[in-house]
């Protein structure tokens, strides 16, 4: 039998390593957004897109604030 293949039936929130089931796409402990279950069960934080864009979108606003208060 191939250790690869034993069925994961749970996975577990990175954050507080609740288990649930593996549909489950939120924790119901810490409401932490899950994705898929790795290999040992534990759950990915899917990636959050619209986090980082506002981000960047900070940054470059700031960026270009200073710029055009002080080396105009
Ligand atoms: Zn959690």
Request: with cysteine; hydrophobic share 40%; proline share 4%.
């Amino acid at each position: 039998m191939n250790k690869d293949e034993v069925a994961i039936r749970y996975k577990r929130c990175p954050e507080c390593l609740t288990k649930m089931t593996l549909s489950s796409t939120k924790c119901p402990s810490c409401n932490q957004k899950l994705g898929e279950a790795n290999q040992h069960g534990l759950a990915k934080k899917p990636i959050n897109w619209s986090g980082y864009l506002t981000t960047i979108i900070l940054w470059i606003a700031l960026i270009y604030f200073i710029w055009w208060g002080f080396f105009r």
